[in-house]
């Protein structure tokens, strides 16, 4: 039994990884300042020693330095491959050399000042670091690697959050721009020290052996730890087993890792779209032989395997970690695919996301269009079409796609949740009132008016680029899609023009005045949905109020409520 689970060192990792950032960019905000003058970096740093040498800022830092380090070593340690793509490779290499480029300066800075009360201030360190070309080139290089290892670190945390990418441009901005300005006010500092006649008395209080001997000494254990786990790594296990693909090799493992992994390693081309956290099925394989006595599956996995109805001798390569020799045949082929839709263009493609989606779909039109010339026909629906797309658009959504006379829209591919319902709403109010203006231009045309039904739901949804050549495009799938389609269908079954589930209007934090929910059953499902049925879409936008102001939902008040 582990003391610390694992969700809970990871926690800490980040934790720490944080105030070790904070730290970085406050020192490197200090450099900063010797664009202006050295004198100015010394009055930055008298407040960064009050925040830093401080006794709780001591313990936070070097605390910190340390949960870090040893998370670090222990998720190194804890690997089964050292196989893993660049951007971990950049970010592992990077923490486990940091050590080695900055022990000098804190051993010269922070531990000198412990040992004997000498403390270095910046002209002192600008000095140092611009006697030698190469005493300037190992400060940028522990510059770049520090923030670089501590931007990585940050970008795998926060990347899968569905709010991350509307601040990715200022995460990538600060990324460049604060290690930049530091670099600079170094320069100029240094080049303003080194103009000056020679004035440092540096005659440290402790004996001058004593910092070397200490640097020698971490220099020796770290690289110990560090060497300790690679030989762990690069020796074969006595224990090994071997996962065979069914027609192609045969590949020798140790116990630990999973079959996805196993893939990789041995350069096997493996479809793993969700990029192996068992939130789809697209890496599944067969297991041929071995079966019997293989881990069970876990909850994530027993959920995403019923989901497809898988048999009993199909399991997740991502989650699958066999204990004996195992051969197994990848069941989705990979030529031609692309293994995870990071790779994919699109800022939205390839990721679970918060969506509200719209449903709409013209009435009668089939038999409309029986009773009409071909062009006719065409005419008029590029007229619908472009009706809805101007509204969708207007509204804040994207055009999904058009399907026959329907339409699927998408909100919220790049505003929060609840602002996306509301746009939702207020586009199924704007599509009920522009059918009736169009209803009036083609009012001698049409022996009856054009009527619209309309589903809208919300939650997550895989929203990615698919399709093939030119043919690939923007679209969502999963059960959200599924139950707005559905809404849609229960709109016309209850000759009503909108079906909107409770979950957008809770996420809208709105309030329908003349009606009243309810648990309705949709094809397809078993259980019920909490929906609302609204006759005509139109009164929306003036009978839906927010609770606390009371506005109507229009644009004014939607902008507001955002």
Known sequence: MTLISTATKT??????????????????????????????????????????????????LYGAILVHFISALDAFYRRKTLWMPIGE???????????????SHVMGTRLEFALSGYDRGYPQVLAVVWATPGNRLWYAIAVIVAWTHGCLGLWFWLRARSWFPRIAPLFHMAAVIVPLVAFLGVYAGGRFITSLPPFLDYRPKTDPATIPSILAAFYLVLGS????????????????IEITYFGSKRV????????LEVSRAAGIPHVSICGGRGRCSTCRIQILEGLEGQPAPQERERATLASIGAPDDVRLACQLRPNHNLTVLPLVEADGLVFTAQNAPDKAAGRERMVAALFCDLRGFTELSEQKLPYDVVFLLNRYFAMVDDVVEGTGGVVDKFIGDGAIALFGLDTPLNKACRQALLCAARLSAELEALNRSFNAELDTPLRIAIGLHAGSAIVGRMGHGRAASLTAIGDTINIASRLEGLAKEHDAELAVSAEVVRQANVTFIDHTSQELSIRGRTATVETWIVPNAGEIERCVTTPAAGMNLNSEALGKAS
Not at 16 to 38: E, R
Not at 252 to 259: A, D, Q, R, Y
């Open 11 to 60: 926690k800490m990792h980040i934790a720490s990884g944080i105030v070790l950032l904070v730290f970085l960019t406050m020192h490197f905000t200090n450099h900063a300042l010797g664009l202006s003058s050295v004198s100015m970096m010394e009055t930055g740093r008298a407040f960064f020693n009050q925040v830093w040498r401080s006794w709780p800022g001591t313990i936070l």
């Open 252 to 259: 020798p493992i140790s116990p630990g890792l999973s079959v």
């Open 225 to 240: 730890l560090i060497g300790i786990i690679l030989l762990m790594k690069i020796i074969p296990s006595r224990d090994r």
């Open 89 to 103: 490779v950049l970010k592992i290499g990077f923490g486990l050399a940091l050590p080695f480029l900055i022990a």
